[in-house]
């Protein structure tokens, strides 16, 4: 069956550093993959899309890469700061229809202290 | 703009009993979506639109029914409320250059509703 998997564990860096969330999927080849944030009692926020044509995009200090060969997407947060804090969902449209039905990841919670 | 805008944003049930989550968006997409979201799970796709009067089922539409007579408004029923469906509950759109779909955009979700069968 198809699946999306990121880790489960929280990810806890020191401010300042950069942050590698990782998004494994298997039994599909997505025509694109997009990254969204959530805050504790939120919805989620969108923040990168990547077709998967293209390998690497950035947005200010956020920077997604889509290998399609490993199925997997690795997102990045440069000089990470406590604000970054939040829940970071993958999400896939494993139909490809062009519906936008997407399939969403768990999510892996980063942290980032002071 | 408000951009996508849920009520009520908790509502407690009974068992047996039904309510419809309201969803509005002012942002004129012609895509909207209804899913929702248990502890430590991902989001899972209930019901989607690709335009007025055209619904669809998602992955996990038992227990639910959508209508969507306007642009804007997507409300979700749920009848006869079973403990199963407690859950948070996210209303979401998009714009497509094509209800045909073939177009790869941003997904605004609302607020949520936290809803509790009891």
């Known amino acids: 069956s198809q699946k999306i998997e990121q880790n489960s564990e929280a990810l806890n860096i020191q401010e300042g550093k950069t942050a590698t969330l990782t998004c494994n999927y298997t039994?599909?080849?997505?025509?694109?993959l997009q990254w969204y944030r959530q805050d504790p009692g939120r919805g989620p926020v969108f923040l990168l899309l990547i077709r998967e044509n293209e390998k690497e995009k950035r947005k200010e200090r956020l920077k997604v890469t889509f290998d399609t060969t490993l199925k997997q997407s690795l997102f990045h947060i440069t000089a990470s700061q406590p604000a970054d804090s939040a829940t970071y969902l993958c999400a896939l449209d494993m139909e490809n229809t062009g519906f936008q039905k997407l399939v969403f990841g768990t999510g892996t919670r980063l942290l980032v202290s002071p | 703009n408000a951009g996508v805008t849920q009520t009520p944003k908790f509502r407690i049930l009974k068992i047996g009993q039904s309510m419809t989550l309201q969803c509005t968006q002012d942002m004129n997409h012609n895509y909207m979506y209804w899913y929702r979201q248990d502890p430590g799970m991902g989001l899972k796709l209930i019901y989607y639109s690709v335009g007025a009067g055209i619904t669809d089922k998602g992955e996990v539409p038992n227990g639910y029914n959508v209508s969507r007579s306007t642009t804007e408004d997507f409300p979700l029923r749920l009848e006869l409320a079973a403990p199963s469906q407690t859950s948070v509950y996210f209303c979401?759109?998009?714009?497509?250059?094509?209800?045909?779909?073939?177009?790869?955009?941003?997904?605004?979700f609302g607020p949520g509703t936290r809803l509790t069968v009891l």
């Open positions: 979401a759109s998009s714009y497509s250059l094509r209800s045909s779909g073939s177009s790869y955009n941003e997904q605004f």
């Open positions: 039994n599909y080849s997505p025509a694109y």
